[in-house]
């Protein structure tokens, strides 16, 4: 509902698009990676981790673009002198306004003694417009920034859960290569043994002494 300038407006807009294109990112990745999460907690196949490593890699850096943003925004509600640098139309006023003061008080004229007041509060008029846009947007973005972050918790968690199951996995199939391995020795102790005593058993049935 503020009457904004035009360099400002252009920013709503530039942010507006911004925002939209992040939700929008967002629900998609929300919407595929949970229930790929929920496949991959029942079984592990090799399509399903596939699927999620890519899905993992767009996570990434859709968070890291939104990271950038926020912190960007974050950096200039910071400092008062950007955000009113921010502000084109007032900025080149303001110079102009100098300038005239400037040459008031040259000319040993009151009149630029007159408006210390109301530069100082237009100045805090036209920082205010800016930090309100720039906090809502910053806003805005925070509120992407933690679905994002919660799906990449959600994520992690489930590589966790599928590493367990892959090493217990892993130890079953160890056990039985140890269980097949003590089989074949016994097999071949066994076939050791009969072809001891075949050779050995004469004729009549008795041992050779």
Same mark, same amino acid.
């Given at each position: ?30 919407? &595929? ?23 993992? &890699?767009?996570?990434?850096?859709? !968070? ?20 009113? /640098?921010?502000?084109? !139309? ?37 920082? !205010? ?13 925070? !509120? ?7 799906? &990449?918790?959600?994520?992690?968690? &489930?590589?966790?859960?599928? /590493? ?35 050779? /050995? ?9």
């Amino acid at each position: 509902n503020m009457d904004l300038p035009f360099e400002l407006k252009a920013l709503e807009i530039c942010l507006d698009e911004l925002a939209l294109d992040f939700d929008q990112r967002a629900t998609e990745l929300e919407a &595929t990676i949970k229930p790929a999460i929920e496949r991959l907690a029942k079984v592990v196949r090799v399509q399903a981790l596939d699927q999620m490593r890519r899905l993992k &890699t767009r996570l990434v850096a859709l !968070s890291t673009q939104v990271t950038m943003v926020c912190t960007a925004l974050e950096e200039l509600l910071e400092d008062e002198d950007d955000m009113f /640098n921010m502000h084109l !139309s007032a900025k080149e006023q303001r110079e102009a306004d100098l300038r005239r003061i400037s040459v008031a008080i040259s000319e040993d004229s009151e009149e630029g003694y007159s408006s210390d007041g109301s530069h100082s509060s237009d100045h805090s008029i036209q920082v !205010s417009q800016v930090e309100m846009l720039l906090e809502a947007y910053f806003m805005h973005f925070d !509120s992407i920034n933690n679905r994002l972050q919660d799906l &990449t918790e959600n994520v992690t968690d &489930t590589e966790g859960l599928v /590493n367990i199951k892959l090493d217990a996995h892993q130890n079953r199939l160890l056990s039985t290569d140890l269980m097949a391995a003590g089989i074949n020795s016994i097999n071949y102790f066994v076939t050791g043994i009969t072809g001891f005593f075949a050779m /050995n058993i004469l004729p009549g049935g008795s041992l050779l002494a």
